[in-house]
């Protein structure tokens, strides 16, 4: 039997501190917010078309949660197919209209690199939410939440110990602790786990 060890000092002090009931949500954005196509990347809010879903269900989840990021892979960036200031102005838009409904993205964290330079934020490695965890200390990776639609988002969430939620499932193999059609679906599971 291994001996237990003695408790740091600090944690008790340190636990104070944090917020209660402070669970995050870690939002994908193509194939979660919006909608997705393949191999194509969204350089103007235009093209940029909400998921009904989403938007339907949003406002009733967000209040629930004291932070929501979104985390994005976005590597048209990287391939020269559209510049930073244009995926900012996107991403800008797409928070003036979330941020009227209740409940709003506390920062977006994209990587815009192609999958060859190997960065340490390309999904699925973890690179985001650590760059999240040092913006807002007080997340909590076992109260968060990652809800995203590829394989990719499902290992970044699991990596570092968030519950995950695959949506848009068509019925296939997936590692994520909860796979489901869509929103609608989501809401009585976020209502269960953070019950
Ligand atoms: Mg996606
Ligand atoms: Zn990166």
Known sequence: MREKTSTACTNEFLSNQQPRNQWSLFLDRDGVISESIAGVYVKDFKDFKFKKDFLDIFPKIAPLFGYIFVVT?????GKGLMTLQELETVHNKMVNKIN??????DKIYSCIHLKDENCLCR?????MAYMAKNDFPHIDFEKAILIGDSDGDIGFGKSVGMKTILVNN???HTDADYSVKDFYEIEKIIKRLLK
């Open 123 to 127: 999904k699925p490695r973890p690179g």
């Open 100 to 105: 009227v409904l209740p409940g709003k993205i």
């Open 73 to 77: 892979n976005q590597s048209g960036v």
């Open 170 to 172: 068509d019925n296939r």
